[in-house]
């Protein structure tokens, strides 16, 4: 196991805060300071650069933080291989995890609550951000697995499937679009539209399934652009814009009549979510038993 020290290194390297890692720690910003002055000392290096409320790894603090990471990797490896020896449903380890916002908010809830039944003693930690982010996360070894729309070209990463979902365009119920049975494609470019940020894969779908017809973004009249699927989906429920949302995000919506879909002639948006992990990494075994956890699940 890794000494507290380089655990405290650990989260101080992680967040590039000394007071980040004692909130994550629990423990007082002057013990961290000390423990990191021991170990500076030990290897006669600096570990980070100080420049007034700022700090920075050095090129020392840098291997040592991949180094550290590898040795969890491994920590983590061997308690899994140790504890299933007698019961595979007592394994030990962690789980770490990263998911787009529609699959972190719609989709693994239920699954993960039932793998957390089945495998009570792996630690899970769940990083939720939009497809970009959660691909970064995973090549800087934050997380192990992710779970994104879409396919990127990426040597790499290892795609596998996890699951289809339909992107429809929506309004609100009193938006004058509302009373529309449906609307021609190109007449899409005369309607206030509002939109995800750079970077969702929802977006992303978007863009491609409107390149069929020959539509770009910039032809769109966009209002507003917002981050994440619930801030959208609460703005549309209250504006008369009309927007494109994940069909799982708002089943509820539709069901009470909050929100109205909008029928695009000739417009079709499918998603494809995928597990991805790092080339090299595909073998890691709490990886494999959650994916095919949920491959059987679903």
């Known amino acids: ?6 655990e405290v290194f650990y989260q101080v390297a992680l967040n590039l805060s000394f007071s980040k890692a004692s909130q994550v720690l629990f423990i007082s910003q002057p013990a961290i300071s000390k423990h990191i002055k021991v170990l500076e000392a030990y290897y006669k290096i600096p570990l980070f650069e100080r420049k007034k409320n700022t700090i920075n790894l050095t090129e020392g603090g840098y291997i040592l933080l991949n180094q550290i990471k590898e040795a969890k990797r491994i920590e983590s490896l061997l308690e899994y291989q140790l504890s299933i020896i007698h019961n595979k449903a ?76 339909e992107v429809v365009a929506v309004c609100s119920k009193d938006s004058f679009i509302a009373s529309k049975k449906s609307i021609k494609i190109n007449e899409i470019v005369t309607l206030p539209i509002v939109l995800r940020e750079q970077g969702s894969g929802t977006l992303q779908s978007l863009k491609e399934s409107l390149k069929l017809h020959s539509i770009k973004i910039s032809d769109l009249n966009v209002s507003v652009r917002l981050s994440g699927t619930e801030a959208l989906k609460n703005f549309l429920k209250v504006d008369t814009c009309l927007g494109f949302l994940p069909k799982g995000a708002i089943i ?38 959650f994916i095919k956890f949920c491959q059987n699940l679903l």
Do not use: C, W
């Not at 959660?134 to 290892?158: F, P």
């Open 1 to 6: 196991m890794l000494s507290s020290r380089h």
């Open 90 to 165: 007592n394994a030990k380890g962690d789980l770490n995890l990263g998911a787009s916002t529609t699959v972190a908010l719609y989709f693994l809830p239920k699954i993960l609550s039932k793998f957390h039944h089945e495998f009570s003693n792996i630690n899970i930690n769940l990083l939720n951000r939009n497809t970009d982010t959660i691909i970064q996360a995973l090549l800087n070894e934050d997380i192990d697995i992710g779970i994104v729309e879409g396919r990127k070209k990426n040597s790499s990463l290892i795609y596998k499937p996890f699951l289809s979902d």
């Open 252 to 289: 509820r919506e539709i069901e009470t009549g909050e929100l109205h879909v909008v029928k695009i002639e000739g417009l079709k948006i499918f998603r494809d979510f995928y597990f991805i992990q790092r080339r090299g990494s595909e073998n890691n075994d709490i990886n494999k038993v």
